[in-house]
């Protein structure tokens, strides 16, 4: 549209002109044809965050991490002592002992049978409860299944009213391969840091380019369309 005819050529052009139909400056930019950029606070960027998957720390990304076997300490293998039943102590019986009482060397024998599935050696101890403790120790190798007497000559003090006796059975400690860690000393675990995945969610804040305003910082005026002026 041709607006000279209304505008006096005397004048400088930024000088604002009042006539009806004239342009006059407009108040949404002040004239200057651009706002502020809302949503960059004019800064030209904005700050975003940016979620990643980064490997995790923990488990190198493997998802399981190898831990010492808390069962056998790490060496693979473990002790025990060898299964046994006890088949009772064969001689005169006093109460849960054995009585004595004539002034001789007496045998007496425990029966143990061996319930392991491994050979191994069973030691007896006899004690009687004399004043003096009197013992004796006696041993033998069964194997699995096998069920056989301990006998042990004793020779206690004399009493007519006899000794309580009593026995202990030590079975032979054996070595077997752990089973918890299948006699590898270590387990593989899932890794508790990643719950097994390998990976971890980082957050990491990142700054780019604002898209309102392509980095300007400021957008066209839509009032004046970036003119600065208005027609009345
Ligand atoms: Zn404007
Ligand atoms: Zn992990
Ligand atoms: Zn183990
Ligand atoms: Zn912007």
Known sequence: ???????????????LVTSA?????????????????????SKGFVKKFKTEQLKCDVCAGSGTISVQCLTCSGTGTSTRRLRYEDKGGQGAIYQQGLL??????????????????????FEVIVTLADGKSTSAKGSVNLRPGETAPI???????????????????????????????????????TCLACQGVGQAA???????????????????????????????
Do not use: H
């Open 1 to 15: 549209m041709n607006l000279s005819r209304f505008m006096n050529k005397s004048k400088p052009m930024t000088e």
């Open 100 to 121: 004595f009482s004539a002034k001789r060397t007496q045998t007496v024998s425990v029966l143990v049978k061996n319930n392991d599935d491994l050979a191994g050696k």
């Open 202 to 232: 980082s957050q990491r804040q990142i700054a780019e380019s604002c898209s309102s305003c392509a980095g300007v910082g400021q957008i066209r005026c839509a009032k004046c369309k970036g003119s600065g002026r208005v027609r009345m």
């Open 151 to 189: 006998a042990l000559p004793l020779f206690p003090i004399s009493s007519k009213d006899g000794y309580r006796a009593s026995y202990e059975i030590i079975p032979e400690e054996v070595e077997t391969a752990c089973t918890s860690c299948s006699a590898k000393g270590r387990l593989e675990k």
């Open 21 to 41: 139909g004239s342009e006059v400056e407009c108040d949404n930019c002040r004239s200057t044809g651009k706002i502020q950029c809302a949503a960059c606070q």
